[in-house]
C-alpha cells in the first residue's frame, strides 16, 4: 500500500493503518485453539437454530475460490445443510459456472440462482459509466448482498455464509470502493433510464438502503458469517483441495468469477491509477503467502484480466461502443463524495455499527473500514 490510497496513514515507523487495522483483525479472530473452539460453537447455535427448516444456512457462490471453499467447509467439514445462492446479473464467467454445478452436485447442495432484470442491471452498470465513478459494479456488489439477504428471509434462515478472508483479500481504501444503498440510487436517479423495481423483503432488487439493512439486519436477525477469518486458509492448499475434492478449476485471477471485472480493472488502471492488486497482495505478504518482491514484481505488469475481448464482449452487453465507452472514461472523475450516500450517517451512528458488529449482525471489518479507516488528509 502507498499513497496512492487517499487518505492512508503512516506512524513514525513507516507501518500504515492497513497493517494496523490488519493487526487488529488478527487480535479479534485469532488463529488459535481459542478461536476455532469460538467458530465451532457458532456452528453449534447455527445447526440448533435450523432445526425443523430445509436449510440453516445460506452459503453466497460465485464458483471462485472463495465462496467455493466456504460452501466445501459449510457441507462437509461443519455439517451443514447450506443453500447456495448464486446472483446473475449477465457477466458470469462460464468456467466459474462450471465450477458452481460441480461443487454443488459433488456436495448434495441446492443451489438457487437469483437472476437480476437485466434491463435494470445494464442501466445501472451504464449510469455509474456516465457518473465517472470507480465502482462500476457497484449494482452487482448490491445485488449479491440483496439476493442473500432475500433468500434468507424467504426460507427464514438467520445465517448468511461469507466466502471473504482480510488475511487473504485485505480492506480496500473508501475511495476506491465505497458501497451503499442510498449511494447506488442516486447514480441511477442521475444517469439512469429505468426505475428501479419496488423492494420486497424476499424480492429486494437493488434496494439496500438503511431501511432494508436495519429490516434484515435487527427485525429478522440476518447474520453474516465470515468463517475464513476464524481459519488458517492459504490459497496453493485450498486449490489443490477443490481441484482434487470437486474438481473446481481457477478462472485465471482473483475477481475473475465475474468477467466485467475485466472492464472494471482496466478503468480502475487507466483512470482513476487503481489497481487493487495492491491491498490484495498486501494481505498475502501480511500472511506470509507472497514476498514483498513478488508483490511488487506483479503489479508492475497489467492484470491478465485486462483482455481486451472480454473488454468488447462486456461493451457489446451493455450496448454501447468502443468510442461511446473512451468518451465516457474522458469525463473528470468523481468519487461516492460527489453524490448522495450514508457515509455521514454511518459516522453517527458509529457506536450503533460497532454494537451490531460486536453482535455479529455484520463484520467487524465493515465497521473498521467505514468508521475508521482512511481518516489521514
Not at 476464524?230 to 468469477?257: F, I, K, P, Q
Amino acid at each position: 500500500m502507498d499513497e496512492t490510497a487517499p487518505g492512508i496513514i503512516f506512524d513514525a515507523d513507516g507501518v500504515c493503518d492497513y497493517c494496523h487495522l490488519h493487526d487488529g483483525l488478527d487480535r479479534r479472530y485469532p488463529l488459535t485453539p481459542e478461536g476455532e473452539a469460538h467458530l465451532l460453537q457458532m456452528v453449534e447455535r447455527i445447526k440448533e437454530q435450523g432445526k425443523g427448516k430445509a436449510y440453516d444456512c445460506i452459503c453466497g457462490l460465485s464458483g471462485g475460490r472463495d465462496s467455493t471453499y466456504t460452501l466445501y467447509l459449510a457441507k462437509v467439514v461443519y455439517g451443514l445443510r447450506p443453500l447456495a445462492v448464486y446472483f446473475n446479473d449477465g457477466f458470469g464467467n462460464p468456467v466459474a459456472g462450471k465450477n458452481m454445478q460441480a461443487a454443488t452436485a459433488k456436495l448434495g447442495v441446492d443451489m438457487r440462482t437469483v437472476t437480476s432484470d437485466f434491463r435494470e442491471s445494464k442501466d445501472l452498470k451504464l449510469a455509474a459509466l456516465k457518473a465517472s465513478i470507480p465502482e462500476l459494479n457497484l449494482a452487482t456488489d448490491i445485488g449479491i448482498a440483496t439476493a442473500l439477504y432475500g433468500m434468507a428471509a424467504k426460507e427464514d434462515v438467520k445465517y448468511i455464509f461469507i466466502g471473504q478472508s482480510f488475511r487473504t483479500e485485505g480492506i480496500s481504501p473508501l475511495e476506491w470502493h465505497y458501497l451503499d444503498g442510498r449511494y447506488l440510487h442516486a447514480i441511477s436517479r442521475k444517469f439512469g433510464t429505468i426505475p428501479l423495481r419496488p423492494w420486497k423483503p424476499a424480492d429486494p432488487g437493488f434496494h439496500l438502503d438503511l431501511p432494508q439493512l436495519i429490516y434484515y439486519t435487527l427485525f429478522r436477525r440476518i447474520r453474516t458469517v465470515m468463517p475464513l477469518y476464524h481459519l488458517r486458509y492459504v490459497r496453493t492448499e485450498v486449490d489443490e483441495l477443490l481441484s482434487r475434492e470437486l474438481g473446481w478449476v481457477n478462472t485465471g485471477a482473483h475477481y475473475y468469477d465475474d468477467l466485467f471485472q475485466g472492464l472494471l480493472t482496466y478503468v480502475l488502471r487507466t483512470k482513476f491509477n487503481v489497481d487493487r492488486r495492491k491491498f490484495n497482495y498486501s494481505a498475502l505478504i501480511r500472511s506470509g503467502q507472497m514476498t514483498r518482491e513478488e508483490g511488487l514484481r506483479k503489479i508492475s505488469e497489467v492484470s491478465v484480466i485486462e483482455d481486451e475481448k472480454v473488454i468488447g464482449l462486456c461493451l457489446k452487453r451493455m450496448g454501447i461502443s468502443r468510442d461511446e465507452f473512451e468518451t465516457m472514461l474522458a469525463q473528470p472523475k468523481k468519487t461516492f463524495r460527489d453524490y448522495p450516500n450514508l457515509l455521514k450517517l454511518f459516522s453517527k451512528m458509529k457506536w450503533a455499527i460497532w454494537v451490531l458488529a460486536k453482535l455479529q449482525l455484520i463484520p467487524m471489518s465493515i465497521y473498521e473500514k467505514y468508521c475508521n479507516l482512511g481518516k489521514g488528509k
